[in-house]
């Protein structure tokens, strides 16, 4: 586990700036356990996403051609474009599982980092992100067998 301490700043816009960035960073090195971050890496799977539901939408149609994420899955794993859709959404699904916490974490968190009044408040508010971010990749460790 983190030690943590409460740092010295001379004004509160310091110490928000400074634990608002500890968020950030803190939320970005949980979601790098679990997701591949590379420069267009979201983008590519926000696409993969929305390419695999209209496959499925249209009721998983013989020529998959008009749906190139998932011909181009299928193809390389040399499996069927259902099954390429069908493991694009299922990884989709499991990484909401976590992922929609961890970014209400984020906001809830920064948010009291705003609306702190003190140094003290700030950092309480950020030590409360690690803890509960700790306790998301814990379950996440658990669910994905980790």
């Not at 979601?31 to 696409?47: E, F, H, M, N, W």
Request: aromatic share 8%.
């Amino acid at each position: 586990m983190t030690t943590l301490s409460v740092d010295t700043f001379a004004v509160l816009s310091e110490a928000q700036a400074h634990y608002l960035a500890r968020i950030d960073e803190d939320a970005g090195a949980l979601r790098s356990k679990y997701l591949t971050v590379s420069p267009g890496q979201s983008d590519v799977y926000a696409q993969k996403a929305a390419d695999a539901q209209a496959y499925k939408d249209a009721g998983y149609p013989a020529d998959a051609t008009s749906y190139p994420w998932v011909a181009a899955r299928a193809s390389s794993l040399s499996i069927t474009a259902q099954q390429a859709a069908d493991g694009i959404l299922s990884t989709r699904a499991q990484w909401t599982q976590f992922g929609a916490p961890m970014e209400g974490v984020r906001e809830a968190r920064k948010a009291q980092v705003r609306a702190a009044t003190t140094a003290r408040q700030a950092y309480e508010a950020w030590a409360s992100a690690k803890s509960d971010f700790d306790v998301i990749d814990q379950q996440a460790q658990q669910a994905l067998g980790g």
